[in-house]
């Protein structure tokens, strides 16, 4: 069975740090990636990593302050999360691709359930 389970969210105020975790299980995979999405507004690129190199790419409005890494061994992703702002508050969805350089949704074939990231000011 496929799945993606996120954990990790919460609600913090603004300047604090969180970081979420993806357990990935059931699926082979070239890439992970974050995704967000705020209410009334469409899902958003974050973040991904290739799997076996661990190259990293970031969207501008994360970079410098966000930063996804992997764990091969618990097969599992992270999305450490420093800084934050009120504008980060979002469901936050881990997804997988088969892809070496995936960017949009339709990108991923993989999703999990999302976990809520709410900052206050």
């Known amino acids: 069975q496929v799945q993606l389970v996120e954990s990790g969210g919460g609600l913090v105020q603004a300047g604090d740090s969180l970081r979420l975790s993806c357990a990935a299980s059931?699926?082979?995979?070239?890439?992970m990636g974050w995704f967000r999405q705020a209410p009334g507004k469409e899902r958003e690129f974050v973040a991904r990593?290739?799997?076996?190199?661990?190259?990293?790419y970031y969207s501008d409005s994360v970079k410098g302050r966000f930063t996804i890494s992997r764990d091969k061994a618990k097969n599992t992703v992270y999305l450490q999360m420093n800084s934050l702002k009120p504008e980060d508050t979002a469901v936050y969805y881990c997804?997988?691709?088969?892809?070496?350089?995936?960017?949009?949704?339709?990108?991923?074939?993989?999703w999990g359930q999302g976990t809520q990231v709410t900052v206050s000011s």
């Open positions: 997804a997988a691709s088969n892809r070496v350089a995936p960017y949009g949704a339709a990108d991923f074939r993989s």
């Open positions: 990593i290739t799997w076996s190199a661990g190259i990293t």
């Open positions: 059931g699926l082979t995979f070239i890439t």
